[in-house]
């Protein structure tokens, strides 16, 4: 009977192995229809929301727990959420009419008076928090009655609005005795269940919120920082959203059928910076040739699969205030790019460097690929330098040395022109081009608060822009998402990913 | 015994101390932490300012030396990204930085040490063509491609396990496979060789003619003197997996000390490089003094030198 009792111990082995890999074949988050998991690119840092600007990773996850005045829906308008209202009293005040009976979990108040004290801790200097550039220009913050707020700004702040939907609420008497980079306290609609740095964040249904039962009572926040890997979970039903898929990608989710993958356009604008300081560049002929030299329409065709969309001669996208609706893309026309070459006088051998930042941007390194070869067919002499992000950071804020050319995408968070065409006005620190016209332009557009004639203003910007060739205008990078059949998401073009902006699909 | 102790100990405090040395003037070459801290459209002074919070103003020397001295009080600093203790934030992610390399130590060592001997056994025969073929696959193949492809088959197409995260042993099975696929094939390659060496020497042969037992001559006279250079390819890979593999931690999106310095070096977070480089060179210098002890376990001649 040896034989029997090997093929007894075998089975006996088998069954043991099977009971042990049971529980593994079950889904990693076994995932009922109350929950949602959401991948992001980078983990968590702090939970401390005036310690951080990163809308994609801290602040979404911060979005859940503590309140904010106003919200950007994904429609990308703005809408209450701790206010009710908000109003211009005059071109330097605003006042914000907050609800009633909101308060954080452990019985704080969130009133007027907490505003108050969040506002003066972000500007208090002692505190040195990192987001304290959005509210520089407020000069007073003052208690009408509990639930009534007015806040002063020394100069007209026409997105004020906006910039307060990233500014979320600590508790006033808690905050004293806690540490708010490593410990929370909920005043949102959920609360912090678990935190494994750098593994995932999960949230739970705060059962004290003052405003509107959440969809889902367990919110899981993963950190997949590999692109392969954040799809590959979404196909295995692991997590519900995904965002930054490479549009490659997107084919490929679609005909799993276990998910939903597609582009929206973003707010983030792709342009060949030009840095004017560096021969040739001052040149405008020999700009303006750049911009016909380069195939926008088919970068987009090529490498997004037509899910991009070529930028109208702007690094404005519509969604954008002060939109610039009359300007059209240099069209792709070698031959008149040679012409321009020619009338420039640029001797073509000059050597022309573009910088890219490694891995920064959807499929950047190979958008970078294609110009530098489109410039070479017009006869230009020229070299990629692939980048760190944040030596390409240092090189171009700090020591002020950007090459010739470099490819960067640009977002502006208030989604408005003043800020966004701030970043090429004389004297702020990204500016490369010195034009003293654009920031006459630019410091009238800030000088008033009326949105016809902010618009006429930016509209000259723009177009000023435009005819300067200040930049090579390419396209709107695709904001791109993978969802589960699980549930429904509205794509938006900012960076958001919020479980509020989900339901649970019947 | 212990005068070698202390000389060993010295030895180690030094290297720590020119490990942190370089560490801090190569952090301060990379950059400035400032503009990537502040959100976009930050003005110029609010850089400076911030730079002068955390102190990166002073002249670099006088940088050094508040460093060093904290370093003696164990103080790290705090973490310009994270807002907390920098050794916090890095010892935070250690357990799961020691439970992959432990995984994957073991399992690559047991794996390469059966497949070595195999194939040193049996040389010329087939098994030893298999072995040696895969252990070439094994050290050859990208460990990122392969953990992707493990993701794909085990985790998406099979379900068997997640495909990434951390948490449970199932979380644990791809990424310690996926190392432990380049350690065995390191390990089984140089065993073989080794054991091939001494299976010629003449003591093996007098073994064999005295009559021993073929287990008594492999366990006693061969394998103990073939260990001796798989004993410090363990340690050094050991070393190397404790400080974190960065690109398995990647793919796997295992919360490890490797993905974390990496991030810190992206953000341009010093006092977290500092503390994770500094805690990195002290496990390695302790690993090196534990295989010098081992030495002299496997080998008396070395015991008696000292």
């Known amino acids: ?506 | 015994m212990i005068r070698y102790l202390l000389t060993k100990i010295l030895e180690a405090l030094i290297a720590v101390w020119g490990v942190l040395t370089i560490v801090f003037f190569v952090t301060r070459i990379i950059g400035d932490p400032a503009a990537l801290l502040l959100p976009l459209g930050a003005s110029a002074e609010q850089i400076d300012a911030l730079n002068a919070q955390l102190g990166l103003d002073r002249p670099l020397i006088e940088q050094y030396i508040t460093y060093i001295g904290q370093v003696f009080q164990g103080d790290f600093g705090q973490s310009f990204q994270f807002g907390r203790p920098a050794m916090q934030v890095v010892l935070e992610r250690m357990p799961a930085t020691l439970e992959l390399s432990t995984a994957a130590i073991i399992l690559g060592t047991l794996i390469g040490a059966v497949a070595g001997s195999i194939a040193a056994l049996k040389k010329g025969t087939m098994a030893e063509l298999i072995v040696m073929i895969f252990a070439l696959l094994g050290q050859a193949t990208p460990v990122f491609w392969l953990g992707i492809m493990l993701i794909l088959f085990f985790a998406v197409d099979l379900g068997w396990v997640p495909t990434g995260g951390y948490g449970t042993i199932s979380h644990l099975i791809l990424p310690a496979v996926t190392l432990a696929v380049f350690v065995c094939s390191s390990i089984a390659r140089l065993l073989r060789s080794n054991l091939l060496d001494v299976l010629k020497e003449d003591y093996v042969r007098t073994a064999r003619a005295k009559g021993l037992m073929p287990r008594t001559i492999f366990i006693w006279h061969v394998g103990r003197n073939a260990l001796i250079p798989v004993v410090t390819m363990i340690g050094i890979i050991t070393g190397e997996l404790l400080g974190g593999s960065v690109v398995t931690e990647t793919v796997f999106a295992w919360p490890g000390v490797g993905r974390l310095i990496i991030q810190a070096i992206e953000a341009k977070d010093f006092p977290v490089i500092q503390a994770g480089v500094a805690l990195i060179a002290f496990i390695f210098v302790l690993i090196n003094l534990a295989i010098d002890l081992l030495y002299g376990l496997l080998d008396p001649r070395i015991r008696e030198r000292r």
């Not at chain 1, 987009?300 to 996208?317: E, M, P, R, Y």
């Not at chain 1, 002060?322 to 026309?333: A, E, S």
Request: contains cysteine; negative net charge.
């Open chain 1, 1 to 506: 009977m040896p034989l029997m009792s090997r093929t007894a111990f075998f089975a006996g082995v088998a069954a043991g192995a099977l009971a042990f890999a049971l529980p593994l074949s079950a889904p990693a988050s076994a995932q009922d229809a109350k929950s949602v998991t959401i991948a992001m690119r980078v983990s968590v840092n702090t939970l401390d929301p005036h310690m951080t600007a990163s809308v994609g990773s801290d602040l979404s996850v911060l979005s859940h727990i503590y309140p904010s005045l106003l919200l950007r829906a994904p429609d990308l308008k703005l809408q209450p959420a701790l206010a009710k209202k908000w109003t211009m009293v005059d071109d330097v005040t605003w006042r914000f009419e907050l609800a009633e009976g909101a308060t954080f979990a452990n019985g704080e108040k969130i009133d007027a008076a907490a505003v108050k004290w969040n506002l003066d801790r972000v500007r208090d200097k002692a505190v040195g928090a990192r987001i304290a550039a959005w509210f520089e220009l407020v000069s007073d913050v003052r208690v009408v009655d509990p639930l009534t707020v007015e806040v002063k700004t020394s100069s007209p702040y026409p997105a004020f609005a906006d910039q307060l939907s990233m500014f979320f609420l600590l508790p006033p008497e808690w905050a004293k005795t806690h540490n708010p980079a490593s410990e929370t306290m909920s005043g949102g609609p959920y609360t912090v269940a678990e935190n494994v740095p750098g593994d995932h964040i999960t949230l739970k249904a705060n059962p004290d919120y003052w405003g509107e039962k959440p969809a889902f009572d367990t919110v899981n926040f993963r950190t997949i920082p590999e692109i392969g890997s954040r799809v590959a979970a979404l196909m295995a039903g692991e997590v519900d959203l995904v965002t930054g898929v490479p549009t490659t990608e997107i084919e490929r989710i679609n005909a799993s059928g276990n998910a939903h993958a597609d582009a929206v356009d973003s707010t983030r604008s792709m342009l060949v910076k030009i840095n004017h300081q560096k021969n040739p560049m001052e040149n405008l002929k020999f700009r303006q040739a750049l911009n016909y030299a380069i195939d926008k329409e088919g970068i987009v065709q090529s490498i997004f699969d037509g899910k991009a969309t070529v930028s109208n001669c702007q690094i404005l996208s519509p969604d954008y205030f002060g939109y610039n609706p009359d300007l059209k893309p240099y069209p792709y026309d070698p031959d008149k790019a040679a012409q321009l070459l020619e009338e420039s006088g640029v001797d073509l051998s000059t050597p022309l460097e573009v910088e890219v930042p490694v891995s920064t941007y959807l499929q950047g390194d190979e958008v970078t690929q294609i110009i530098a070869s489109q410039l070479q067919e017009i006869g230009l002499t020229v070299k990629i330098s692939e980048i760190d992000f944040g030596a390409f950071m240092n090189k171009q804020i700090k020591a002020r040395d950007l090459a010739q050319m470099a490819v960067q995408g640009l977002a502006w968070p208030t989604i408005d022109a003043d800020g966004m065409l701030t970043m090429f006005a004389p004297g702020n620190v990204y500016d490369y081009w010195n034009n003293a016209d654009f920031g006459k332009l630019l410091d009238e557009g800030r000088a008033t608060t009326d949105p016809e004639k902010r618009k006429t203003i930016y509209a000259e910007a723009t177009k000023l822009m435009c005819d300067q060739a200040a930049s090579v205008f390419l396209y709107q990078q695709p904001a791109t998402f993978g969802v589960s059949n699980k549930v429904t998401w509205q794509p938006r073009g900012d960076d958001w990913v919020r479980a509020f902006d989900m339901s649970v699909k019947e």
